[in-house]
Nanobody
């Protein structure tokens, strides 16, 4: 079965950290760009970060630059999002998504066609 499965969400206090995982099954992430997106209640979906799985090139939205780090594990066919210095405004459902590419970079403003089910991240004291 072809799918992306996110995990690692939860409740954390402001200033805390979480690491999200996006595991792919049924297909290899090579030649894919993997993006992390989030959607808070009443707000539009926002692109957070992406990585070109084959080349390792990354991109971050200004809102998370310097706090979040995206990485990948080739052997585990998994992408991670390390989130540090979390703030209440980071509260959202976080989704990972995949889009095939033969390029070496990634973008968030494209049509990702494979999506995970999402994982809730809540930052609150």
């Amino acid at each position: 079965q072809v799918q992306l499965v996110e995990s690692g969400g939860g409740l954390v206090q402001p200033g805390g950290s979480l690491r999200l995982s996006c595991a792919a099954s049924g297909f290899t992430l090579h030649y894919y760009a993997i993006g992390w997106f989030r959607q808070a209640p009443g707000k539009e979906r926002e692109g957070v970060s992406c990585i070109n799985f084959s080349h390792g090139r990354t991109y971050y939205a200004d809102s998370v630059k310097g706090r979040f780090t995206i990485s990948r594990d080739n052997a585990k066919n998994t992408v991670y999002l390390q989130m540090n210095s979390l703030q209440p405004e980071d509260t959202a459902v976080y989704y990972c998504a995949a889009e095939g590419t033969y390029g070496s970079s990634c973008r968030l403003n494209i049509g990702y066609d494979r999506w995970g089910q999402g994982t809730q991240v809540t930052v609150s004291s």
